[in-house]
């Protein structure tokens, strides 16, 4: 018997959902906390959570969609576009990264992630100094490039590589996690007789890991230290700091970043966390390295033919902070989320006051302006191979730009897209 699909368009409404309804209900009384001890929460922290509750609302702007042959009509409500914890925009978001990066971007290369966490006084240092991501980044990336061109049989003069950097904020139990999952070619690009050829390198082992992780946690120390963020005496190394009583967010990020209790009695105190699986022994890689609170881990690779594993990678590095599907609340009223991948210990689940929730949202969300995904080597904006060695063809020298030069005599950029066309660009239809 012959059975027929229909799919059909369902308005997602986020006013039924338990994240919107625990917002809704306890953001005022947070801000109104805060208000009483004379603090408020920063302006973009605040229209993080005012354009979510309008995200997805009819009444807040809506764009009428109308079929051509059968006149039938859609209302599609404005979304926020928000980067903090909208799981809706977040998971649009990734959808349309992923498909930007398999298609346009890593076509045709093998690629391995490399992933690299921090100590946790350096999450809340770069959490609270935003400013500073873009040189670590370097410091990073120029490490791990240089590593493979040199096991290429390279100087960094004769060969370069790409990469693709995400900075994900957030940790499996919504704590405060700054940290770098990065898409490396497995190889290098070089030029021979005026052309740019790719060349294979093998898995990095066990040795160049640990002597990675040595370099990336040396330079950052010492960059850190050069910055005046660092200081020095004869037993420790610190970080400096500095309080300010009328700054909100920092209190949160801090017990954020440390698993701890932001809101309420039980303040300084640990999550509630439960444990319903035994403990594992810690395992060991041939592909992971850790010294110092540093962990760098470059275990998973996706081959040039293996498109549907690529594509699945970095659905999973630009996924959205929360997932609603594992959100639930206790009869007692607390909020729990079960953790993506259990803990070493067991830990499945965490659980939260609903305000203390509100405070683990606030924590998450980035400053205006922060780019969370960032463009190196071969792949960066002003590359010159860029356009030749990307399925897209995008950059300087792009034969795709030489074409509409040479069809046109309006340059380039003076073309714009047709009202349709920016429509379906700009709300997703």
Known sequence: MLVTHSHTYKRHRPEQTLLYQL???????????????????????????????????????????????????????????????????????????????????????????????????????????????????????????????????????????????????????????????????????????GQSKFKCVKAPNHNDMETLVNVISHRIATYLEKAGLVQRDMDNTFLDLPMDDEDSLLPLQAASVNYRIAV?????????????????DEQHYGQLAQI??????????????????????????????????????TDSGKVRYQLKTPYQDGTTHVFFTPLDFIGKLAALVPVPRLNLTRFYGVFAPNAKVRAEVTASQRGKNSPRLAEHLKDSDKPYHARSMSWAQRLKRVFNI
């Open 23 to 193: 917002v809704e209900r306890h953001y005022p009384e947070f801000q109104k906390q805060l208000s009483q001890k004379g603090k408020s929460l920063p302006l973009h922290v605040v229209k993080e959570f005012e354009e979510f509750l309008r995200c997805g609302r009819l009444e807040h702007g809506f764009l009428r969609v109308v079929c051509d042959d059968c006149k039938h009509e859609k209302l599609l409500a404005f979304s926020c576009k928000r980067r903090g914890f909208c799981p809706s925009c977040g998971a649009r978001r990734m959808a349309e990264s992923a498909k930007l990066l398999v298609e346009d971007v890593l076509h045709g290369y093998p690629v391995r992630q490399w992933v690299l966490s921090l100590p946790i006084p350096l999450r809340l240092l770069l959490a609270r100094y935003p400013k500073h991501l873009s040189k670590i980044m370097q410091i990073i990336h120029r490490a791990i490039s240089c590593d493979i061109v040199h096991r290429a049989g390279y100087l960094k003069k004769q060969a370069n590589t790409g990469a693709v950097t995400y900075i994900q904020r957030f940790g499996s139990a919504l704590n405060l996690n700054i940290h770098f999952h990065m898409l490396f070619l497995e190889g290098v690009i070089t030029q021979e007789c």
């Open 292 to 329: 110092n609170g540093f962990s760098l881990h470059a275990g998973v690779f996706a081959d040039s033919h293996q498109t549907d594993k690529l594509e699945r990678l970095c659905r999973y590095i630009s996924r959205p902070a929360l997932s609603e599907q594992r959100l639930s609340l």
């Open 264 to 280: 309420g009695p039980d303040t300084g105190k640990k999550v509630f966390a439960l444990q319903t699986l035994p403990a594992k």
